[in-house]
């Protein structure tokens, strides 16, 4: 069953956040991962919660994505993404 990694976040650091990116992705796909979604600028319709920069990604399984964040290569370009942005993630199975 395909999982999705939904990740909301807010870049206070673009410049170091611009090294993120290009590092993330290959390893991204080294675990059978891909981008299917980048969204920006949000009109809330309902609710309070107001994101800011929307990636989703998605994967072959729910373990696929949590051994891509396990990963031990992922750990030093975590870091960049925790030093210039306020993060929001979570890992959902697909139903559909």
Same mark, same amino acid.
Not at 43 to 69: H, Q, S, Y
């Given at each position: 069953? +395909?999982?999705?990694?939904?990740?909301?976040?807010?870049?206070?650091?673009?410049?170091?956040?611009?090294?993120?990116?290009?590092?993330?992705?290959?390893?991204?796909? +080294?675990?059978?991962?891909?981008?299917?979604?980048?969204?920006?600028?949000?009109?809330?319709?309902?609710?309070?919660?107001?994101?800011?920069?929307?990636?989703?990604?998605?994967?072959?399984? +729910?373990?696929?994505? +949590?051994?891509?964040?396990?990963?031990?290569?992922?750990?030093?370009?975590?870091?960049?993404?925790?030093?210039?942005?306020?993060?929001?993630?979570?890992?959902?199975?697909?139903?559909?």
């Amino acid at each position: 069953m +395909k999982a999705y990694a939904m990740l909301d976040m807010d870049i206070h650091d673009p410049e170091t956040y611009s090294k993120y990116p290009p590092l993330v992705w290959p390893l991204i796909e +080294k675990h059978g991962g891909k981008i299917t979604h980048r969204i920006s600028e949000f009109e809330v319709v309902e609710g309070d919660w107001c994101p800011n920069r929307m990636l989703i990604v998605e994967f072959p399984d +729910k373990a696929t994505a +949590k051994a891509f964040f396990d990963d031990p290569d992922y750990q030093p370009i975590k870091d960049i993404r925790l030093r210039s942005a306020t993060s929001l993630m979570a890992i959902g199975n697909s139903e559909m």
